[in-house]
């Protein structure tokens, strides 16, 4: 399905909704608000499904992989080839998100969406899907990352992933990144969305040290100003984004239009739901903020998305790895509304 | 096995194990230290089960409940007569922590151990334990809250519990409370054993209002007046404390003294936490602050303790309910140095 016919599609969740859920969490045997943030989770989960008895299973990681031609200009800690050394540990899995999402009972889905040197898992191996919109982007330093088609191939290889995920029955999505360069597209994509400067938006990555800290915000500022004429999202997202980054706003929106529970990850895909969010509001909804990274720049993202971490474990590992470990904590709201006793069926007694 | 005994048993984690589970950690394919705090859980689970395939599983929650002399002052939100009628909710499966432990794959036992009315749970019962120093403590404002032989009983029902796990192979515990006012006696502990102010170790609890919170302090000063020549932790937890904290300390010590993982709760588990480090320093080595509960004393019970919590979700609920929610973590953080593939075996290249 296209784009815009997605986007028509996406519902806001109903208010009324939510105050029913917290009602209904308010007649709960334990002090009024005492679960603190897992109330809140629970209400929204609740009205996402539209259900008191909401299921926060099965849940599906999809990491989508992507190189940058930005990596030429040294602004990582590692080289270019690792992006695709890692799809094929993801393959094999034994990257972190593969251990993080076994623990949580997701399944892991892997995209490669446009890393430079070709992918060939194992034969028969069927969550490894190749939708390539090219062999990595064009350096943004120095003018646009991709073309409009590439644009829309890497977007639409987004929407199918959302879209097989709901059709499998999937009610909790997260999605991750894999690309070498990529928290240098992101700061870019975050500068031009937000107005913050790419000073304040720009960090260490996987780890840099000061110097090419410094060397990475010319970088994103020579970005910024190579691509001055990019306003409108997508116009961002083609013009300072990556084939990943444009995958994940895909499946979010799909994902939102199939009315799956969406959890956030770090600095890379909170870059994609700012886009996703400017497309359409309605999928703030459906968006929960899974931890909150120590890149800057994140920070700016979900202060902009007015959103509450669930977690700080102080993680900048990207790969869906912030989402997966939340993921048990919708499992609990979802318990917490759908197990407990109220006060009057357990014949306990209210606040006097 | 009686306390002293306990205590003689429990040895620290070996530095040793810590040093070689981080460079475990650091070989697999992931950025050093990008796992943030997730990496410390799973270096100390390493050490504690002294292997780098530690188990998270099989999992307990224990809940000791039991009343509180100081309700009479008028301290608490809600009425004496809860705690026996949250005890009934608990052996049917009806409260927060059994929602939220089903969530986390933990089971949960309930001690009573100084309910002021008797409970008698439905025959059969095999997860319901009656071990009870009292029917409640003498009001702490006016005097000693227990009697040395009533501690013993207490202290002794918490190793018997923390015992009883280790025998069914529990590999990780979280203990939690339910006592109507047992924040007043929590306050009063923790103002005892760290000097900090009763006003600035006293808050809302389950929810009072100003006028009540004032009245609150004013309690604890009283208490802390009432019983000024508790020094020792074991004076303090028995002119100040409660059955159910003193059961916690017992449990904690016990649970350490068999290598088990401990995750901590909020103001009340800590409370205990906080005499068990001090009758022995090194169960602090098994013990993991499970989340950050919004109580002003909670955080000067984890400066003390120096100690970061693994969530801060504004729960303020007690019952082991943070300690369960943090369990999953402990599981990513055990699969993390599990399943990973290392740098060499998967082929990755290392940072340039």
């Known amino acids: 399905m296209r784009m ?5 599609r996406i519902q806001p969740v109903d208010r009324a909704w939510i105050e029913r859920a917290q009602a209904h969490i308010d007649s709960l045997t334990k002090p009024v608000a005492s679960l603190g943030l897992l109330e809140t989770l629970a209400a929204r989960l609740c009205a996402i499904q539209e259900t008191l008895m909401p299921r926060p299973e099965p849940r599906r990681v999809v990491i989508f992989a992507a190189d940058h031609g930005v990596a030429t200009e040294n602004v990582s800690a590692y080289p270019a080839a690792v992006t695709a050394q890692m799809v094929a540990n993801f393959v094999r899995g034994g990257a972190a998100i593969n251990a993080l999402a076994y623990a949580a009972g ?3 889905w892997v995209y490669d969406v446009g890393v430079a040197e070709r992918c ?3 034969e028969g191996c069927t969550t490894f899907v190749s939708r390539r919109a090219g062999a990595g982007t064009r350096n943004i330093a120095s003018g646009p990352a991709m073309t409009k088609p590439q644009l829309d191939l890497a977007i639409a290889a987004g929407i199918e992933a959302g879209t097989r995920a709901a059709d499998a029955g999937v009610k909790v ?4 990144d894999m690309g070498i360069a990529n928290t240098t597209a992101a700061s870019a994509v975050t500068a031009a969305l937000t107005g913050v400067s790419a000073r304040c938006v720009t960090g260490r990555g996987t780890g840099v ?4 800290l410094e060397r990475k915000i010319e970088v994103v500022q020579a970005a910024l100003r190579a691509n001055a004429d990019a306003r409108e999202p997508l116009d ?3 013009c300072l ?4 980054i444009a995958a994940i706003v895909g499946a979010y929106l799909a994902a939102a239009s199939r009315r799956l529970a969406i959890v956030g990850d ?3 895909a909170t870059a994609a739901a700012l886009i996703a969010v400017q497309l359409c509001p309605a999928v703030r909804d459906y968006w929960f903020a899974g931890h909150r990274s120590p890149e800057p720049g994140h920070a700016v993202q979900l202060a902009w998305l007015n959103a509450t971490p669930i977690l700080d474990l102080q993680m900048r590992l990207g790969e869906a790895t912030g989402a997966a470990l939340a993921m048990p904590l919708l499992t609990a709201a979802a318990a917490m509304s759908t197990r407990m006793a109220t006060f009057a069926g357990a014949g306990v007694s209210r606040q006097v």
């Open 4 to 8: 815009d016919s997605i986007v028509e």
């Open 106 to 108: 997701a399944d892991v």
């Open 120 to 122: 060939s898992p194992a």
């Open 173 to 176: 999505l997260a999605c991750g």
């Open 209 to 212: 040290d000061d110097a090419r």
């Open 236 to 238: 961002v997202l083609r």
């Open 241 to 244: 984004g990556g084939f990943e």
């Open 266 to 268: 770090g600095f890379i």
